[in-house]
């Protein structure tokens, strides 16, 4: 690929000699002769100066020795680059002679289904989609076109997962909800989990994280969600589009979250919690209180960022502040014990 071509690839404009080979897209550490590399600051200008790429992909104009691609978002351009200069693998299509299909079961067009794969009766698996080895898929699935499934994932039955949709390995979809009521000799009883997960299209879920099914209903996770590693989302929650959940979140039962809303790493909710579109929490933040739209919040119980860093400046201090309420209170105590009665 030449700059001429990767600039029309990402819908840029280049300056420098159009038939620049380019031989890959590296950091801006990193890059050598024949690489593109990406400027996302100023700041980095020394760093660009220093590095050896051959061309920069930058937000507007600079002055500099390299070939340049000119676009509005760099980052995203460069992120389009790398997936050219490393087209992710697909395994072959084919039905291994070691997986496990069940009766009634529906595969499209070029779909791969990998050794110790088992599908139960009644699933639908779309076209060109993958399943790595050890997949599970519980019976009455739906799976939609271009879906890739890692190893060793769980469908429970009746999860439904829309198009373009990546799960890594160890996810496990569907598992019954965490719901138990007291019987009439104080024993925890199990209230059956009897609804579903349902994945629209292009989502994307981190390994070892899981969602559960609803205790009646639909457990929804809406299109364009990204989620991390090791995040738990519990029954009957809704996870608006375009949402992200850094590693370890925990969702308690039946949350909602508004689209493209930011839930940092560790962050956690109690049950019934409704987030607002586009709010963040920081990481470690916990609420049991609705979040409003837009926001930015942290600590636990969350309250507004501004808040909670004033919060943060002031606890270290509390133990020399509590010294000096003791001083405080003790002289005046003093002062009081020495004063003659009027």
Known sequence: ?????????????????????????????????????????KKYLPSLKASGASAVIVGQEIETDKAQIVVRSPALAFARLLGVFHPEKRLAPGVDPRAAIG??????????????????EGTVVGDESVLHPGVVVGEGCQIGHHVTIHPNVTLYAGTVIGNHVVLHAGVVVGADGF????????????????????????????????????????????????IDNLVQVAHNCTLGEHSILVAQVGLAGSCKLGHHVVLAGQVGLAD????????????????FRDIEAGGVYGGSPSVPLSTWKKYVTVLP????????????DARLNAIENETPPS
């Open 179 to 226: 719901g138990y009521t007291l019987d009439e000799k104080g024993r925890h009883y199990k209230v059956p989990q009897v609804g579903r997960v349902v994945i629209d299209d292009h989502v994307e879920i981190g390994a070892n994280t899981c969602i559960d099914r609803a205790a009646l209903g639909v457990t929804h996770v809406k299109e364009g969600v990204k």
């Open 103 to 120: 009766p009634n079961v529906t595969l499209g067009n070029n779909v791969t289904v990998s050794a110790l794969v088992s599908i139960g």
């Open 272 to 287: 019934h919690v409704t987030i607002g579109d586009q709010a963040i929490l920081s990481a470690q933040s916990g609420t």
């Open 1 to 41: 690929m030449n700059l001429e071509q990767a600039a029309r690839h990402v819908g840029g404009e280049y300056k420098g000699d159009g038939s620049l080979e380019l031989s890959g897209a590296r950091s801006i550490g990193e890059a050598e002769a024949g690489h593109i590399t990406f400027m996302a600051h």
């Open 317 to 328: 201090k509390l133990p020399e502040l509590a010294k000096k309420v003791r001083d405080l």
